[in-house]
Nanobody, 116 residues
Framework: QVQFVESGGGLVQPGGSLRLSCAAS????????MAWYRQTPGKQRELVAH?????????NYADSVKGRFTISRDNAKNTVYLQMNSLKPEDTAVYYC????????WGQGTQVTVSS
């Protein structure tokens, strides 16, 4: 089993930036595509961004965050990141990481609140 620990969330004004981190308990990034998701109360978890495993890095984004968010990974540190710029109130959610197919247990997530 793998545990994920997300961090870096907080309260930020519209237009601001945050960098989220997700540390995995063991080495998996060489084998699985990784993803960031977000969820707001009463709604299904939404795929925000994902990144391929292996030597060639390819990232994909939801249309709602394209051009504003950047996903990256550091295999040596077992950590995946989400750089979020130009944040909007509609980005407010709890953010989670997991493999692209969500095969491991979900972590606690990190709360991102965008508000003036």
């Amino acid at each position: 089993q793998v545990q994920f620990v997300e961090s870096g969330g907080g309260l930020v004004q519209p237009g601001g930036s945050l960098r989220l981190s997700c540390a995995a308990s063991r080495t998996i990034f060489n084998f699985y595509a990784m993803a960031w998701y977000r969820q707001t109360p009463g709604k299904q978890r939404e795929l925000v961004a994902h990144i391929t495993s292996g030597g060639i890095t390819i990232a994909n984004y939801a249309d709602s965050v394209k051009g504003r968010f950047t996903i990256s990974r550091d295999n040596a540190k077992n950590t995946v990141y989400l750089q979020m710029n130009s944040l909007k109130p509609e980005d407010t959610a709890v953010y989670y990481c997991n493999t692209l197919d969500g095969r491991f247990a979900w972590g606690q997530g990190t709360q991102v609140t965008v508000s003036s």
